[in-house]
């Protein structure tokens, strides 16, 4: 599903985002990616989703080689990964349904669908009591868990959670850690960057682990042992 060859992605000449990794990922795992600030994690969502170009080396997801996109093409590639941040990212001036319903929109789908997928997206992050609500009106845990039903709108074979609780308190962590494991369930690729040990040791799923832009280890059933 996702393999990285070789890949190296420098900032400046003395800003190295990611060092020369090899990782394949394959479809339906669950992966934590850990490391300290600065090791590399965000550089790789941010490749992944073609908001960075590589140095050098090669990223293929399913087989299509991403790092020699157009930028016609980049938009395709988005719609096929949901991505997650510690910011929920929400439009305070729209409600719940709306805001779900704004990446349809945008993305020049008709209003039958929007209608379609809005409730079915919802109703799995468990807020289809509050589609009228608006931001303010929500919890943390509400917000992002808003923000989550937005990246499955396009029904994406890779979501990408970056630091997805890194504002939120233990309850509404495992809420959305819970919801995670729900999507995967479903087929879906989960690559998540986080600094939560608790989190990733519970979990226990597959784990790797960056430092200074290389992976310096990746264990099946791993546990954050930095």
């Known amino acids: 599903m996702i393999t990285f060859k070789s890949v190296t992605k420098k900032y400046t000449a003395d800003s190295m985002g990611l060092n ?25 969502i941010k490749l992944l989703i073609a908001e960075e170009k590589v140095t050098s080396g090669i990223i293929e997801i399913g087989g299509w080689d991403i790092t020699r996109l157009s930028d016609s ?8 990964i949901g991505v997650i941040f510690q910011d929920f990212k929400l439009l305070p001036k729209k409600t719940v349904a709306e805001n779900v319903s704004f990446a349809l929109e945008v993305a020049g789908e008709k209003r039958l669908r929007i209608k379609q997928v ?4 919802l109703d799995i992050v468990g807020l289809s009591h509050k589609v009228d609500r608006y931001p303010h009106q929500l919890s943390g845990g509400e917000q ?19 630091e997805p609780t890194g504002n ?34 519970q979990l226990k799923r597959r784990v790797v682990t960056l430092h200074d832009g290389k992976i310096i280890s990746d264990e099946d059933k791993g546990k954050y042992r930095l």
């Open 73 to 80: 093409d980049i938009p395709l590639l988005r719609r096929q």
């Open 20 to 44: 020369g990794i090899d990782l394949h990922i394959e479809s339906g795992e669950f992966v934590s990616i850990v490391g300290q600030s600065g090791t590399g994690k965000t550089t790789m």
């Open 144 to 162: 992002q868990r808003v923000a989550m039903a937005r990246s499955l709108v396009h029904r994406p074979k890779i979501l990408l959670a970056d």
């Open 168 to 201: 939120l308190d233990s309850i509404n962590t495992q809420e959305i850690i819970d919801i995670l494991k729900k999507i995967n369930e479903f087929g879906t690729t989960i690559l998540l960057v986080t600094h939560n040990r608790e989190v990733v040791n």
């Open 118 to 121: 809005v409730p079915r997206v």
